[in-house]
Every structure is written in structure tokens, then in C-alpha cells.
């Protein structure tokens, strides 16, 4: 057991490597972070020009959750795992991975994982450059349970992120070209994902439906919880278990395509 585990620490290491190289792009992007705070800002504000509350929410609030949101983005979104397992399919290089007893699956987890370490920190940079500007108006709110909720539905939203990923990379198998899955993929997931704004500004019942989706448990559902948009424990630990459901229902969905896409491929390069 730990032999195997140590073949993808290796890969865990061998991915922060790499990515290590491309440290300066990282750093850059999450400099260019802070344009699309401050039109959050600058439209928000706007927004809340007159009123106090926006469903129930102050500007500070709102605020604080779109911060909270960059930070998973870079923390633990997945940028770009469905073109490189795309490639690595469409080039041939999977086939290293038919002759060894390597599960591709956890191996492009383990890169998937390097990736986001290097983002995540390197994010930090620009969140603490806009720190001065930004304390007197993030609110966060201070219950103890909150982290003890918040972190594994972190860590359930980076299954489900990569899981969904993975399934667009592994289309390949089908279909020489993902992009236009992709960006639907994207589209949907900025709505009912909470991106475009939080989901409890929605219509009950439509914040009733996503609730039972799984992108609404990518980036909303933990951001929500940090930030005191959700504040029942008895609703959160259902939500829990909901997103707990979609990542063992994604995990066993990416291993049908995977057996299924191998019966479709044909091993040639790599």
C-alpha cells in the first residue's frame, strides 16, 4: 500500500516541479486577479448604491465571498486537466500508462494537486497586495464549526472538479475534439456555480434544483460556508452528504469511460 501511494507522491513532486517553472505565469495571472476584483467591486458597489442589503446581504458580505471565490478558484479549480488528458489520449502518451501498474486516474490527480499548491500560494501574493484596500470591508463570520464543515467540502469540491475534468478529457476517446463540451461545461458551471453571483440571490426553487448539482458543489457550496451565506450546521452536513453522493457518482462514472474509452482506443506512439 505505501509503495503505491509513494508512486504518486513521486508524480505529486515531479508535477510541483513543473509547475514551479511556470511559477512567474501564476503569479502574473493572479495579479490580473485583482482587475476582476475591483469591476466585483465597482459593480457591486454599484449595486448596493441606496440599499443596505442585497438578499439579505451587506456589500461587505458579498464582497467577502467573491474574495473567498478567487481564492478557490486558484485553490482548487481545474484549468486546464481536461485539454492535457485530451492530449495525452489524441498523441498516444496514455500508453505508458496501459503497461505499468500506474492508475491514471490518481496519477493526473497527483498533477492536478501540484498544480493547484503552486496557484494557491503563489495566489496569496496578490490577495495580500489588495489586503489594505480590502480589510475594512471583508466580514467574515467566526464559528469554529464553520472549518470543521468547510475543509472537507474544500476538499469534496476539488473531487468533483477534477472528476468532471476528467470526464470532458476522457470524451476524447470519442470525440477528436472536447472544446465545444468544455466551454458549455464552463458556461453552466459560472451560473449555477456560483461565479457570476451568489446562488441565494436565485429564485428559491431554482436555488432548490442546483442544490442537487453538482456545480453547485464546485465552488459555491464551500464559499458559502466560509463566508456565512449558509448558516444552518442540520443543512450543511445534507449538503455534505449530497456532494459526498456526486464524487463517488463521478469517480464511478470516470472509470466506465475509462474501461469503455480503452476498448475504443487504438495504442499507437507514446
Not at 492536478?112 to 489594505?132: E, I, K, M, N, W
Request: hydrophobic content about 55%.
Amino acid at each position: 500500500m505505501f509503495a503505491s501511494l509513494n508512486k504518486y507522491r513521486h508524480a505529486y513532486l515531479v508535477g510541483l516541479q513543473s509547475n514551479l517553472v511556470y511559477r512567474w505565469t501564476f503569479a502574473i495571472r493572479g495579479f490580473f486577479s485583482l482587475f476582476h476584483l475591483a469591476v466585483v467591486f465597482i459593480l457591486w458597489g454599484a449595486a448596493y448604491a441606496g440599499t443596505p442589503s442585497i438578499g439579505g446581504f451587506a456589500f461587505g458580505q458579498t464582497l467577502t465571498y467573491f474574495v473567498v471565490l478567487l481564492l478557490l478558484q486558484f485553490l482548487i479549480g481545474a484549468f486546464n486537466e481536461d485539454y492535457q488528458i485530451s492530449e495525452e489520449i489524441r498523441n498516444g502518451l496514455i500508453n505508458q500508462f496501459l503497461l505499468k501498474p500506474v492508475n491514471y486516474f490518481a496519477y493526473r490527480f497527483s498533477i492536478y494537486v501540484a498544480a493547484r499548491t503552486v496557484s494557491g500560494l503563489l495566489v496569496l501574493l496578490p490577495l495580500l497586495a489588495a489586503l489594505p484596500f480590502l480589510k475594512d470591508y471583508l466580514t467574515f463570520p467566526h464559528e469554529w464549526w464553520r472549518f470543521v464543515l468547510g475543509l472537507p467540502a474544500v476538499a469534496m469540491s476539488a473531487l468533483v472538479q477534477f472528476s468532471i475534468a476528467y470526464c470532458f478529457g476522457m470524451m476524447t476517446f470519442w470525440f477528436l475534439e472536447i472544446q465545444g463540451f468544455v466551454i458549455l461545461s464552463m458556461a453552466i458551471e459560472s451560473v449555477l456555480g456560483g461565479q457570476m453571483f451568489p446562488l441565494d440571490l436565485l429564485p428559491p426553487w431554482v436555488l432548490h434544483i442546483a442544490g442537487f448539482l453538482p456545480f453547485y458543489y464546485q465552488m459555491y457550496f464551500p464559499a458559502a460556508i466560509f463566508t456565512g451565506r449558509l448558516n444552518d450546521p442540520a443543512v450543511i452536513v445534507q449538503q455534505l452528504g449530497i456532494q459526498l453522493i456526486w464524487v463517488i457518482a463521478l469517480l464511478a462514472f470516470n472509470q466506465l469511460l475509462w474501461v469503455r474509452g480503452l476498448r475504443r482506443h487504438t495504442a499507437v506512439g507514446g
